[in-house]
């Protein structure tokens, strides 16, 4: 597999190939589950449809300049949001097109880039579509920098909704580093941040041991002690998080703030989605940088991988995995397209020379003034 990668200096396109190895048991068990996934990945600025055809497991790759947080389309909100440098980007569902694009047969659902929102350089991490049954959509932000939850309008960067209590003023500053958030019957519920500060860049002093999850309203403090937390998720009438720093997805007791550990992965783990019994997790080498060095998952560095890791939350065990050899050295966001056997990307510019599907849609001749 290759993509159009990052420019080079003389602005001719960086290639770069992305090879990949998955078990037997990863193509399988998107089969079994009837559904395909969206993956991130910040470093690489791509989206990936991994979805399963005749041969095995196919790849659709589009370049988001950033990509980051992902939303996923769902009844009555017909796009996917792609949270991206300084902008989020929003793709159109067409099932009817992805069945005619060649080969004939190979997609079932295609998604178009249409129209973006300029947010400005905000660290957009996460974002979720939220609104219960007869409710207009609105799409929620963790808007990082800020250190707030947020809002679209068109006539702001965005509208701050929510920030944790023990942030003090609205700044572009990040003071705790939020990223992440959890939705529970169409709201936020609860979100992550690596440390309760209310300072410039503070989250960085003590972040193997300062994470926690907070309630979204009072702002309660849910659970705490984590290393660089990501990726909370309200599933099945239990609240998950990804204690990212250990490599390990975990259950949260509300009561008492206790932990479970679901399962431990070989990787930075980041980005989550659960699918009835299944979660699947994604994993990332960590960088030497300031602020990967000195986690304790380092401690197995040469064993990390970057990919998906699918768990079985009833046993903890890890039943597949999807691992990107080259080409793809972080994982930031998956979520799943249930009822989704193939899918079909259009990125941010579907004409850049070498996109993998170049999709055109026009009217009918006759249909147009």
């Not at 937390?229 to 390990?248: A, I, M, N, Q, T």
Request: charged share 20%; hydrophobic share 40%.
């Amino acid at each position: 597999m290759s993509g159009d990668g990052p420019k080079s200096a003389g602005g001719a396109p960086a290639w770069q190939e992305a090879r990949f190895r998955s078990t037997a048991s990863f193509p399988q068990a998107l089969h079994e589950a009837g559904c395909s996934l969206l993956v991130s990945t910040y470093q690489a600025g791509k989206l990936v449809g991994i979805g399963v055809d005749g041969s095995g497991l196919s790849f659709s790759f589009q370049s988001f300049d950033q990509a980051m947080g992902v939303a996923v389309a769902r009844p009555g909100v017909p796009e996917v949001a792609v949270g991206a440098r300084g902008q989020i980007w929003f793709l159109r569902e067409d099932s009817q097109i992805a069945a005619a694009i060649e080969p004939r047969g190979r997609f079932d659902r295609a998604y178009l880039s249409r129209r973006t929102t300029v947010t400005g350089p905000i660290h957009c991490h996460e974002v979720a579509w939220g609104g219960g049954a007869g409710e207009e959509p609105e799409l929620w932000v963790v808007n990082t920098l800020f250190s707030c939850l947020a809002t679209l309008d068109p006539e702001y960067n965005f509208v701050p909704r929510w920030r944790p209590p023990f942030v003090s003023a609205l700044a572009a500053e990040d003071r705790c580093h939020l990223n992440g958030v959890a939705m529970r019957e169409g709201a936020p519920a609860f979100v992550t941040a690596m440390a309760q500060t209310d300072h410039p860049g503070g989250w960085r002093e003590r972040k193997n041991e300062t994470g926690c999850v907070i309630a979204v309203g009072g702002g309660e403090i849910v659970s705490d002690g984590l290393a660089m937390p990501h990726s909370p998720r309200w599933h099945d009438g239990k609240l998950f998080v990804l204690d990212s720093g250990r490599g390990r997805l975990e259950s949260v007791h509300l009561d008492s703030g206790n932990r479970a550990t679901v399962a431990s992965l070989p990787g930075y783990a980041r980005g989550l989605a659960c699918h009835g019994h299944l979660a699947f997790v994604g994993l990332s080498r960590i960088r030497e940088t300031a602020v990967f060095g000195g986690l304790p998952i380092a401690e197995q560095r040469d064993e990390l991988i970057c990919g998906v890791g699918i768990v079985d939350l009833r046993t903890g065990l890890t039943i597949g995995t999807l691992e990107f050899e080259s080409g793809v050295e972080e994982i930031f966001d998956v979520q799943v397209l249930p009822d989704t056997r193939c899918p079909v990307l259009s990125g941010e510019d579907p004409s850049r020379p070498g996109a993998a599907h170049q999709i055109w849609v026009v009217p009918s001749e006759g249909t147009s003034s």
